[in-house]
Each structure stands twice: as C-alpha cells, then as structure tokens.
C-alpha cells in the first residue's frame, strides 16, 4: 500500500469504495468544487476523503477506509492530509456530516453543533441539503493557519 495521499480525479477510482461503506455518491464530481485524496493499495483505492472548499469554510465528506485497512491509522492520516489541503485553500473552519463516526471525529478536534447553526454555504451543499439523513450529526473543527510555503496539491490534468 502506498502510504501517500494522491488527488483521486476519476469517480471509478473513489465510487466502488464510497459504495461498499454505504456513502453517499449522488453528487461526486472531482474537480475544483470537490477535491478527493486517496490511498491506494494492489486493488486500487483503499481509501478516500473529499474536500468541498467555499471561501473560509470547508466540508470534510466521504471518508471511507476499506475493511482490510482499518484499525491503522489510515482515517487519521487522511483527515490530517485533508486538513492540510483546506488549510493551503484558505479555509479555516471544516465541517462534516457523520451518522456513525462523530467520536473518532471528536478526538480528531471536531466538535459538535446543532445542524441549524451550518452557515449557508455548508446547508446549501448536496451532503447537508438531503445526501445525508437528517439524522447526521454535524461537526466543525477551527483550522490554524496554514505553515508558510504549504500550497494545495494541483489537480491532475484531466484529458
């Protein structure tokens, strides 16, 4: 397994794994508006994180680590990648929507809010405004500023 995040541009690289942990995958678009990072192993992706960055604040979604993986470190790591790349876009606060996963999140630094104070930009994506059930838990981490010289990993160049 190659231990190093890299842009995920292609839904086929990221879908089979969103749908195998039962993630929402009605909007995936990779691009500027959605960046995907991933680790890859002998079978392609074993795991992903998405970024939907919006000025100062940012939505963590699609976190999913097949089963094989778990237990390793990967989430953290790809979170902590994640943060880093928002970090480098100028955003300062992260959400996310998780139905199961708010305690590893918690002590990630995340901390939870009630879903009616999302700013608009985060209510208006499509994980907040019905993806996700109503029923998931909403969580925002205050980012610090990104270290001098840190710049977003460029999008490969799409074909």
Do not use: H, W
């Not at 292609?10 to 993630?23: G, K, S, T, V």
């Not at 500027?32 to 939907?52: K, M, N, S, Y």
Request: aromatic share 6%.
């Amino acid at each position: 397994m190659n231990r190093t995040p890299t842009p995920l541009t292609e839904p086929a690289d990221l879908l089979p794994l969103l749908r195998a942990c039962d993630l929402p995958v009605g909007d995936i678009a990779p691009g500027p508006a959605q960046r995907f990072f991933g680790l890859r192993g002998a079978g392609g992706c074993i795991a992903v994180v998405g970024l939907e960055p919006s000025g100062a604040l940012g939505l963590l979604r699609s976190l999913a680590v097949a089963p094989a993986y778990r237990g390793q470190g990967v989430a953290r790591q790809l979170v902590a990648y994640a943060e880093t790349q928002a970090r480098a876009l100028g955003v300062e606060r992260l959400f996310l929507l998780t139905t199961d996963a708010a305690p590893f999140f918690t002590r990630l630094g995340y901390a939870a809010l009630d879903r009616a104070a999302a700013p608009p930009a985060i209510r208006s994506s499509a994980q907040f405004a019905g993806l996700c059930p109503a029923s998931a838990s909403l969580l925002c981490k205050t980012l610090g500023a990104a270290a001098p010289g840190t710049q977003p990993l460029q999008e490969a160049a799409q074909p």
